[in-house]
């Protein structure tokens, strides 16, 4: 097998010669999925974000764990090739790419595993790190009455691509991220060891997956907590002229037991205009309701802030006692009077709120431009230093997407995934989202995105990059801190060659 694979990857025969390579290869790594040359398949080569285009050898559809494990056995024996795996190609700067290497296309196993158990008491769901999120909802909420606690906020997106990041959304604040909602992974490793691990079993590669990048293994199965599933949710948005007191109220929320608060707290900044992307318009929920900035102070300056919030509730409680507790949470925030939007909508209309914008968007000819984002971790201690320049000046005009900006608690995070976090138990997500069209505009949006994070290293924030992108060593280890040594014994152990994840650009494969 391994003399095949090198005389594939040598040869210089012509055109002619591709169906036969990957009949030979096919049959020489014995898979019982498929396999399509990196020149016919386009979808290897290009991701959400439309700033990188790499060729990978081979795009392979597995059928399981087993044939990942022969695929990564099989690049094991050479002396270079390297194996990316891919889930709906929502990276944006290429991380799921492999250049010259083999492509694992994760949604072929989306449909292997989907079992509903028992742990200690407690329900939990056994899911394809293949599946996307969308689905595992819908499945969950149908069949059982049951869904995951914590989410992203897209869910068209596969349970390993975000396992392998953190996944973060407005549930967070109260369950930590996705990361923090496993409880068992299958996980095939970068010697090609398929390979279960928890937190008492295999520990290391359990905590290093979470939030390694890929670094470590390809997961190929979740167990993840579920809860009760609500019916419906008020979805509410309030408006803030002052950041001060925006970040008052969104820490307080997050601060609050659970009766005492919301189920969802998330945050954006947007522009004081009419502008339809970015503006006054972009708030309201209600498409009968218009913005009316008569409410706004004096004072209010170029950007303003809203709080968005959603409280659960079942289909059997009286609306009177709903509309009591809404107004309770809502009575002691200082937004500015007259500025709230809200609506009813189903629990699994909510969750899915981002799919009806992208459909909007694909009809629109959008959703296929250039995203350009930049997502971050801020500390507290520097937020407000961070609005002052970032959204006041360098932004202050919009970007053509979301700003998002919300708080997090660190200690509902676990310190021994390999997620690279500031210090503080309160720091920000904020998630630049831009939509570019295609041309001379992209680079610049990409070097403005470059001259924040150079701003924040000047200025000495305490920052992390969120999905970072470094292309330097050294800035990988100022990113990990004193995470680093323990980040690079987990890539010795599990992936001493160097084999998994290349699009990273964090290690170099090696030989031996």
Known sequence: MIACLGRIVHDSDAESKLDDDVSTIFNSLNLQGSIENGDVSGIASKDFGGLYSVKPLYLIRPSGAEDISRVVKAAAGTPHLTVAARGNGHSINGQAMADGGYVIDMRSTGENHFKLLTVNGSPCIDVSGGALWEDVLRRCVSRFGLAPRSWTDYLSLTVGGTLSNAGVSGQAFRYGPQTSNVTELEVVTGKGDITVCSETQNPELFFGALGGLGQFGIMTRARVKLQLAPDMVRWIRVVYAEFEEFTRDAEFLVSQKEDESFDYVEGFVFCNNDDPVNGWPSVQLNPD?????????????????????????????????????????????????????????????????????????????????????????????????????VFKKMVKNGIGGPMLIYPLLRSKWDSRTSVALPEGEIFYIVALLRFVPKGPSVEKKVAENREIVKWCIKEGLDFKLYLPHYRAKEDWKRHFGNQWTRFEKRKANFDPMAILAPGQRIFKRTNQ
């Not at 004096?298 to 509309?323: I, K, M, W």
């Not at 209309?349 to 971050?376: I, T």
């Open 289 to 389: 309701q218009e913005f009316n900035p008569a409410h706004l102070p004096q004072t209010a300056g170029p950007v303003l802030y809203c709080l968005e919030l959603a409280f659960h509730y079942r289909n059997s409680d009286l609306p009177s006692t709903v509309d009591m507790a809404v107004s309770r949470l809502v009575g002691g925030l200082g937004f500015v009077d007259g500025l709230i939007s809200q609506v009813d909508v189903s629990y699994m209309g909510f969750l899915l709120r981002v799919k009806r914008a992208e459909q909007d968007a694909k009809a629109n000819g959008v959703w296929d431009n250039p995203h350009p984002w930049l997502n971050l971790f801020v500390s507290k201690s520097d937020i407000v230093e961070f609005d002052q320049t």
